[in-house]
């Protein structure tokens, strides 16, 4: 397709890039043709410039659904300092704060707006956005409308009638990274888009090496191959729990390790504070639960190390997907045991019937792939509905095909579970 003045100067004059990758600028002239548009693109393959430059080319304000504070406040840090005047609207404002970005909003000053979907679907602020001249509507991380996604959110279930009802149907845009072919058809069906132009690129992330290991001696495991590393070298460790998140963080620095925790259960200005330490190079690994990452931006971070199996290969591919984002190497290492399984399993049984069974299957994919001795990367392509000739040479079944691991408690796990 022939690239607009418009579209090309935005992406050299804002973003600072002379050249799109794949099609992002096909993408971006779907939402200026006023097209409903889905995405399905790998983390790292620059989802939010598909929104971002269609926002500044178009009048009026274009409203970003953003499940996470974290995510919020890192693309509107990032768009400010280009001179984009964006802005975030979430539970964290004060009402101050809040004032301000409705009279810049009301005087057609803001560009993009991120809203969290409790935020969206308050009366208050449909009021004062209902004053606005909207663009369109993005929505981000879109696999959390479906509930056989890994990040189910019923508000973004919601979220479609509440918009109808403010705005009438205008232009949407659905992202995601991780969505296998059902979660694909799910976002369509509940957002109402199922005329959408869709754009899906490949899930290969050819720059990460996958490995699992045997949970042996976990704390000495994660401490050895940090410490194998180029001091400096940016990482982050996934934990199931914030009480193991805590206690690894700790474990790092006394090891001289330069680490922060992140959780939800820290203070809110806690989690930006070690956020922005890592994002700025202060911090070189974030020990975390699953709730950090969607959406950070930086580039240079070279392992993830999963302390605990993920309860899906979503969650799995999207959190190995940190990895890597500059097309450098990655390393992405899981450690595992049966006891994982089991432990998410006990987890699953406080769920209604519906819950613990689509709970259940996705646990299930995550274990067969734990255990099997074939190629990760057409393991994970193959779940997203892609193919692939291995061997990938690129992860450890690969490396070391007789090194199959020893399925023996997973199996027991499968019957008994």
Known sequence: MKITDDIQSKL????????????????IQSILDKK?????????????????????????????????????????????????NAAFLNSTLPKKAVSILKESTLAQALKLLYVAPESLVKDENLAFLQQAKISFIAVDEAHCI?????????????????????????????????ATPKVQQDILRNLDIEDANIFKASFNRTNLYYEIQPKQQIE???????????????????CQSRKKVE????????NNIKAAPYHAGLEPGARIKHQDAFLGGE??????????????????????????????????YQETGRAGRDGATGTCIMYYNAEDAIKLEKLNKSKSVIEREKAQTLLQAMVSFVSSGACR???LLYY?????????????????????LDGQEWARWQRNG
């Not at 509930?147 to 992202?175: C, Q, T």
């Open 12 to 27: 050299q004059s804002v973003f600072g890039y002379t050249a799109f990758r794949e099609e992002q600028a096909a993408i």
């Open 36 to 84: 409903n548009t889905f995405v399905l693109m790998p983390t790292g393959g620059g989802k939010s410039l598909c929104y971002q430059i269609p926002a500044l080319i178009q009048p009026g304000l274009a409203i970003v659904i953003s499940p996470l504070i974290a995510l919020m406040k890192n693309q509107v840090d990032q768009l400010r300092s280009l001179g984009v």
């Open 146 to 178: 479906s509930d056989w996604g890994h990040d189910f959110r019923p508000e973004y279930r919601k979220m479609k009638s509440v918009l109808d009802n403010a705005f009438g149907r205008l232009p949407m845009i659905a992202l995601t990274a991780t």
């Open 220 to 238: 000495k495991q994660i401490v050895r191959f940090i410490k194998t590393q180029p001091t400096g070298t940016a990482g982050i460790v996934y």
């Open 247 to 254: 206690a690894i963080a700790n474990l790092l620095n006394v």
């Open 283 to 316: 911090v070189d690994v974030v020990v975390a639960t699953i709730a950090f990452g969607m959406g950070i931006d930086k580039p240079d971070v070279r392992f993830v190390i999963h302390h605990d199996v993920p309860r899906s290969l979503e969650g799995y």
């Open 377 to 379: 990367r057409k393991q």
């Open 384 to 404: 997203f509905g892609e193919t692939y000739e291995a061997p990938c040479n690129n992860c450890d079944n690969c490396q070391q095909p007789t090194a199959i």
